[in-house]
C-alpha cells in the first residue's frame, strides 16, 4: 500500500512540479534564499522530484553540497533523473516498510550512504524518524548555510503509517506542521550562526498584504524564545496545474486554490 501511495504521489506531483517550474517559481524562491547570502551547503528536506534542487544548483554554482532528502523513492529516481545525476540505488533505496501490530507500517532506513561527488546527494529518509547515517553524513559536511523546506506535502497512505499514531495526527495540516517543526529542529542543530531556514507554503490571498502580514506574525511567535528570526516575507502569484495534486486552503472557512507561493526567510542568529 505504501509502495503504491508513494508512486501515486510522484505522477502526481509531477503535475504541479512541472506547472511551478514553467511559471518560474522555482527560480524566484532559489533567488529569495541568495539574498541571505552565499551558500556553499544545503540540506533541502523532502526535495521531492529534484526542482528546487536543480533552481538552488543554478543560483549557487559554487555550492559544494546540495543534499536532498525524500522519503519517496520514486520521487527520488525523477530527481536524480531530473538533475542528470547518478544516484546509488544504497541511497536512494534505503527504506524498508513493516506491518506491525494494529496494521499499522513502520519504516526504517539503513545502510552506507555515499556522498556524490557531483556535489548533489540524494538520501531516502524521513526527517521525522531517527536516521543515524543521515546524521554522519550531516557531520561530515559541518555546519550548513540553508535548509529549505519547500511545499511540505504527504502521499495518501502517511495515515497507515505509525508515525501518524505516534504523534497524534489528525490531518495533512498536522503534518505539515510536524515536519516544519522537525525542519526547525534540525535548523538550531545544523544551521551556521547567520544561515537561513527557508520555508515556502501555498496560500489562497485575496488580500495578499494581509495575509503575509498574519502569517510573519504567526511565524515571529512560533521562533520566539529560538534563536531565529523572519528576516523576510515574499509572495509569489502562480497557479496551480489542473493535473496536480490539489491543496485547498480551508482558511476562513472557504475551501479555494492556493493562488501565492509564500517563500519565508529564517535568519539564525549567532
Ligand atoms: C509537495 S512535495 C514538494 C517537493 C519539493 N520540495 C518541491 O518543491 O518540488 C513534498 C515532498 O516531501 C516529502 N516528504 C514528506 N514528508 C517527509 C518526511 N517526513 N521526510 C522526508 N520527506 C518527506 C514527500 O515525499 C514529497 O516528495
Request: hydrophobic letters at 40%.
Amino acid at each position: 500500500m505504501l509502495a503504491i501511495a508513494r508512486t501515486v504521489y510522484a505522477e502526481e506531483w509531477a503535475g504541479n512540479a512541472s506547472a511551478y517550474q514553467e511559471q518560474g517559481l522555482y527560480g524566484m524562491l532559489a533567488e529569495h534564499l541568495a539574498q541571505a547570502g552565499d551558500v556553499r551547503a544545503l540540506l533541502d528536506v523532502g526535495c521531492g522530484r529534484g526542482h528546487g534542487l536543480a533552481a538552488l544548483r543554478s543560483a549557487f554554482p559554487a555550492a559544494a553540497h546540495l543534499i536532498g532528502v525524500d522519503e519517496n523513492p520514486e520521487c527520488l529516481e525523477a530527481a536524480a533523473s531530473l538533475l542528470a545525476i547518478k544516484a546509488p540505488r544504497s541511497n536512494i533505496r534505503r527504506g524498508r516498510d513493516e506491518i506491525v501490530t494494529g496494521g499499522r507500517y513502520v519504516s526504517t532506513y539503513r545502510g552506507t550512504v555515499q556522498i556524490g561527488s557531483n556535489g548533489i546527494t540524494l538520501i531516502q529518509s524521513d526527517v521525522v524518524v531517527q536516521d543515524p547515517e543521515v546524521e554522519r553524513v550531516l557531520d561530515t559536511l559541518g555546519p550548513l548555510d540553508a535548509l529549505t523546506l519547500w511545499f511540505s506535502g504527504v502521499h495518501k497512505a502517511r495515515s497507515a503509517t505509525e508515525i501518524v499514531r505516534h504523534f497524534k495526527i489528525k490531518s495533512d495540516a498536522e503534518h505539515r506542521t510536524l515536519i516544519e517543526n522537525r525542519a526547525l529542529a534540525i535548523a538550531g542543530e545544523r544551521l551556521r550562526p547567520g544561515g537561513a531556514l527557508h520555508l515556502v507554503v501555498r496560500a489562497c490571498a485575496i488580500d495578499i498584504d494581509q495575509v503575509a502580514h498574519a502569517m510573519r506574525l504567526d511565524y515571529s511567535d512560533w521562533l520566539e524564545d529560538k534563536p531565529f528570526r523572519v528576516e523576510s516575507i515574499g509572495s509569489i502569484p502562480y497557479e496551480e496545474p489542473a493535473d496536480g495534486i490539489v491543496v485547498r486552503s480551508t482558511d476562513s472557512g472557504v475551501s479555494a486554490m492556493p493562488n501565492y507561493a509564500i517563500s519565508i526567510l529564517i535568519r539564525r542568529e549567532g
